[in-house]
């Protein structure tokens, strides 16, 4: 943990990674002087990073949506800080703040580029990063706004025991479908039906998807939350009723090398079966962020909703923590602490006001 509040650490992008995930010689670490805030300015000291899978996608030559991550420079992710040192009146030091904070321990920018925390008693400051933040609203709206499940139906979700996954198959739960998870081992599938209380869970790595599924769900399925593509969303195609639908939600399976899509499905198949197919993009949901954190909060706080985050101690680790991500080695939401939290961070009050 850095505690000197005048050096910085950065990890920045010096070569464009190839295969999955990133190698040592793509990154560099540096050390420097913090950069001084100027008038509306802010330092803030960087507490946790946001490790997303959609990062790797970002360093590519011609990325979707966002420009190409700039060589010789900070890579950019979301996080949580704390104002060290304040030219804006408003946003004083000791605000807890959210934004893009980057894969360092200290940012310098406008006051206006960060979003300062709402309180969230009894839940953890990482909580901001995973069930209040990004990934909830990808689980809430990904589910209820594109796919709108009805309790009579079976919802499917792939990477089912991560961050967004994990989620996605409770919520289902909750407006009464019944769920089945696809995850990578015989511990993640016991994870999803013993202690998230899906119906039912395919081991992707030993068993055949198709035939698991056609055991589990002879009947087919109706929603499909799609989290990883390639060859899982190929063999869950055949087994969707009609009028059924799927979330694209995610392509962690092609590891995000190019930005090419691996999953196929042919026109045919829509026809026949009158399939939607839904594109999830989360950013185009942050105007609509105040329709769900209350529900997930409300969910998580009365025990319908669990969330695991897994954190790794040092900026150092952060390429490492990404890696880890396309191997599957996280237990639920990945995020680093690159310093310590204030006390009574995520503790601000005993009580929560919410409009549910
Ligand atoms: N559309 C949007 O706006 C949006 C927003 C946020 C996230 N996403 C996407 O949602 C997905 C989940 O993101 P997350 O942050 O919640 O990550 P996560 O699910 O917590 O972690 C990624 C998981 O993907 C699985 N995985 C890795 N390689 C795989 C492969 N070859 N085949 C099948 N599964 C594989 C691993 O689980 P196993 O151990 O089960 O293999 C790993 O734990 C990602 O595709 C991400 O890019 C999209």
Redesign the pocket.
Known sequence: MNGNETINRQILLVKRPQG?GVASADLEITESGCTEPGEGEVRVRVIYIS????TR?WMNENPPVVPPMPLGQVVPSMGIGIVAFSNDIDLPVGTLVHGFVGWQTFITCKSSDLTVLPPAPSLPLTAHLSLLG??G??AYF?LLDLAKPRPDETLLV?????????LVGQIGKIQGCRVIG????QE?CRYLVNELGFDGAVD??NEDVGERLAALSPNGIDVYFD??????HDAVVPHLKEFGRIV?????????ETSKVTSKISSLDIIVKALKLL??????YYGRAAEAVPWLAYWALSGQLKHRV?VIEGLENTPEALN???????????VIQVSPEPAQAGLASSSISMVI
């Open positions: 999955r490790i997303d899978p959609a996608l990004p990934i609203l990808t990904g792939s990477g089912a025991a991560g961050a967004v996954g994990s696809i995850a990578g081992g993640k992707y790595k989290n990883v593509g390639g060859a899982i694209y939600c995610g392509e962690i399976s092609s590891g995000y594109g999830l993009r989360v950013d185009l897994h880890m991500v396309f191997a599957g080695k996280n237990q639920g939401k990945m």
